[in-house]
């Protein structure tokens, strides 16, 4: 049996299952040129992921195998790896945004395509009702997902067995038809990118350091001045660390109060399980047919962190620095996007995507629904989040906005949660209030009783 074994989200060698199987095997990553193609040359994404793949490059040639590297069209790839050599199948994790499935159905035509369980905790059908449908309420998914974890092999681990690479595979990068793919010479420059991050942090790093701080994971991880999180997102994301390792760790710590953090992993298996049964949902509404109203001023300003709403442009801000940006901020950011401007959620699912080093596709359009009250969560239209209020309960003393937002240092910190006195004070280099939240809220809340 010869398969190609396709990395993706699963960057790493302790516990893959890619790498539980046997028979001779290829190794490779795809530099997937429709991705890339849409990104700027300093994409952070590129960065992470090149620095992981010369990681797992590493592991794999410790374990006798060689990760071939490619770049670009996934369908070219493997018509060029058929050309050659005589394949039995391709292993890969699966994933459940429409292009990747689509862009699978493609290779599956080519090659006989195997998935293997590893981005998430559970299988897309393996948590249901009673009558065989899809739940779309979390806390019922929950308690049945934990019914389910308590008699799920979570303990099992796949570690890289000693698989021979498939032989003559020394030539199979060199490219004779120019145009369809890339052989990489191991250099970031060679996909036109920068490398903007110089390093990683290890994620059993991170893992050990958030045992220290799971005890108080529910009460502090919404404020903004402490580090009361995991920072696991993005390796959860690309793999460089496994949801089972992780579930491991947390249900195995005696004497911690781990559940919180166990529901939260659950809610993002419950956010791709919803993706998967309701592909719809990725761009349309779930419920209400309202879809904001187009105003590319008011877009343009909230995606450069200039709206006159300090805790908005802090969270914008520190996505266009970092990458990055806190939960609760998402949903403060997401909520003012999409009801005191009154955009469509797609164009801050979209602005987010063109910019979270730990974008997901399911959880982030799900995420966005929820703000904008149009998802599956039952929670009805007139939920909307006062950004002053919110400000002033997770970011008491400012130090958050403060630090994204400097125009702002030498402003008393109460003020900066005082909405009255952002509309009527001059700030030197920044805004008022692009609109009155009171007003807002209010003709947001009109509008969607209207379509409701």
Same mark, same amino acid.
């Given at each position: ?18 790498l539980?199987?046997?028979g ?10 429709? &991705?890339?193609?849409? !990104? ?8 992470? *992921? @090149?620095? =992981?793949? /010369?990681? $797992? +490059?590493k592991?794999?040639a ?5 990760l071939?590297l ?23 994790s699966?994933?459940y945004d ?8 493609? &290779?599956?035509?080519? !090659? ?8 998430y *905790? @559970?299988? =897309?059908n /393996?948590? $249901? +009702? ?13 308690k049945?997902a ?7 092999n ?7 067995h ?18 369809e793919?890339?052989?990489?010479d ?10 903007v ?9 991170k ?9 108080d994971y ?5 404020y903004?001045?402490v580090?009361?999180n ?8 690309f793999?460089t660390?496994?949801v ?5 760790f ?5 004497g911690y ?24 949902i990725e ?7 309202f879809n ?8 343009k ?11 908005v ?11 990055n940006?806190h939960?609760?901020?998402r ?20 602005f ?14 799900l995420?966005?629904q ?7 969560d039952?929670q009805?239209y ?14 008491k ?22 909405e ?6 001059d ?19 009109e509008?969607?009783?209207n379509?409701k």
């Open positions: 049996m010869k398969r190609v074994l396709w990395f993706r989200r699963d960057l790493r060698v302790s516990d893959n299952p890619l539980s199987l046997g001779e095997v290829l190794p490779i990553f795809i530099f997937d040129a429709n &991705i890339l193609e849409t !990104l700027p040359k300093e994409d952070k994404r590129v960065s992470f *992921i @090149f620095l =992981h793949v /010369e990681l $797992l +490059k592991e794999l410790a374990h006798g195998l060689e071939k490619f770049y670009g069209k996934p369908e070219d790839v493997f018509e060029l790896l058929l050309r050659e050599h005589d394949f039995d199948e391709v292993v890969a699966g994933d429409a292009y990747a499935k689509e862009r699978d159905l493609r &290779i599956s035509r080519k !090659l006989h395509f195997r998935y293997v369980q590893d981005t *905790i @559970f299988k =897309h /393996e948590v $249901l +009702k009673d009558d065989g449908s899809a739940y779309l309420v979390f806390t019922p998914f929950y049945k934990r019914v389910i974890l308590e008699n799920k979570i303990q099992e681990r796949c570690f890289a000693n698989i021979p690479i498939a032989e003559n595979y020394s030539g199979i990068t060199q490219v004779q038809k120019s145009g793919v890339v052989a990489l191991f250099a970031i420059e060679s996909l036109g990118f920068e490398q991050l110089k390093s990683v942090e290890n994620p059993r790093a893992l050990e350091n958030f045992k220290n701080k799971i005890n529910k009460e502090r991880r919404d903004l001045n580090d009361a995991s920072n696991l997102s993005v390796d959860l994301r793999g660390i496994g089972r390792e992780v579930l491991r947390a249900t195995q710590l005696k109060d781990a559940e919180p953090f166990i529901r939260q992993l659950i809610f993002r298996d419950f956010y791709a399980y919803l993706l998967f049964h309701m592909p719809r761009h349309e509404n779930y419920k209400y047919s904001g109203i187009e105003d590319e001023e008011k877009y300003a909230f995606c450069e962190g200039k709206t006159g709403v300090p805790i442009d802090a969270g914008v801000r520190e996505l266009l620095q970092t990458g940006m939960n609760r901020v949903m403060v950011v997401a909520s003012f996007f999409t009801k005191d401007l009154l955009l469509p959620w797609q164009w801050g699912e979209r987010f995507a063109q910019r979270l080093l730990d974008y997901d596709k399911a959880s982030n359009v995420s966005w929820w703000s904008a009250g149009t998802g599956v039952p009805p007139f939920r909307v989040f006062n950004p002053y209020l919110q400000s002033k309960k997770f970011d003393d400012a130090d958050y906005i403060k630090r994204h937002v400097p125009e702002l240092a030498s402003v008393e910190s109460k003020r900066l949660h005082d009255n006195y952002l509309l009527n004070t700030i030197p280099n920044y805004p008022k209030p692009m609109v009155s939240h009171k007003e807002a809220a209010k003709k947001a809340i509008i969607f009783k379509f």
